[in-house]
């Protein structure tokens, strides 16, 4: 039996589906009708229904009238992969620091099959900004902190991406061209930073860099979104980079830490030091 005729056979459609559905929800819909969860799955009204209540008898998603949402139970299906990373942990004092002091969103995304997964997120208390939440899938083109991991990719995995990859137009000013996609992220490359201003969402500009753990891969991007009004695409190059940059190398060297301390366990509670 191939490969592909084993993954077929022991596919379970219904769980998929169930997935599908709980993946509908996001940031931008935190509550759905029945209508509108059959609209964004595909799935006829009638079998959206099933899968939205077994959820809440479940207890993954709470009723409301016609209104369906998340609880804080479908937390738990994630809660065993988060556990498992050592850099949220480590990243969100940083970041929290960061975004008390300039008064902005600052997220951490991770690589995943072209999107970029937000992971660990601080917003300061004054900030209306919310347009990702933990968990959220940015297209890699388009946000900040994708074209950074994109940059990370050898040559031949990049034009590989690029040649297979859809590239929506989010907004009027995210480009569709993979030439000039290209072009955008080799600079990125050499300036070691990336800014896309408006391309994911109007009125969000975002700045990103990357954080390396002993390896010359991304291990994952840390961004500062603002908005545009507030905060243009220049300042934040002029103004917040340098601050970023300063909480990349902290996250790196907590990692480098982590790291030492795992493979060289100190009995007496010595303290690695960095050179």
């Known amino acids: 039996m191939t490969e592909e005729a084993d993954s077929r056979r022991h596919y379970v459609q219904s769980l998929a589906r169930g997935l599908t559905v709980l993946g509908c929800f996001d940031a931008d819909h935190q509550q759905r009708t029945l209508s509108s969860v059959a609209a964004a799955t595909g799935l006829t009204r009638a079998s959206a229904r099933r899968f ?3 959820l809440v008898d479940l207890g993954y998603v709470a009723r409301d009238g016609d209104q369906f949402s998340l609880r804080p139970a479908v937390l738990n299906i994630g809660r065993a992969y988060l556990s498992m990373l050592t850099l949220p942990e480590l990243a969100e ?31 300061p208390g004054r900030s209306g900004l919310v347009s990702t939440s933990i968990g959220s899938r ?43 996609i290209l072009d955008a992220i080799r600079a990125v490359r050499r300036a070691g930073y990336s800014v ?80």
């Open 52 to 54: 939205l209540l077994t």
């Open 93 to 123: 004092p940083h970041m929290r620091a960061l975004s008390t002091e300039i008064g902005e969103a600052v997220s951490l995304c991770i690589l995943d099959e072209g999107d970029a997964v937000v992971v660990a997120q601080s917003r």
């Open 138 to 180: 940015l297209h890699a083109n388009s946000s900040a902190a994708g074209r950074c991991l994109l940059a990370g990719l050898s040559e031949d995995d990049l034009i590989g991406w690029l040649r297979n990859a859809e590239i929506p137009k989010l907004t009027k000013h995210t480009n569709v061209n993979k030439s000039e």
């Open 196 to 275: 896309v201003d408006e391309e994911f969402r109007m009125g969000i500009s975002a700045i990103a860099m990357p954080i390396y753990q002993a390896s010359d891969t991304p291990t994952a991007a840390i961004t500062l979104s603002a908005r545009s009004r507030r905060v243009s695409a220049e300042a934040l190059v002029q103004k917040m980079l340098p601050k970023l940059q300063l909480t990349a190398h902290a996250i790196e060297s907590d990692l480098a830490r982590r790291s030492y301390e795992r493979q060289h366990p100190d009995p007496v509670g010595n303290r690695y030091q960095p050179n």
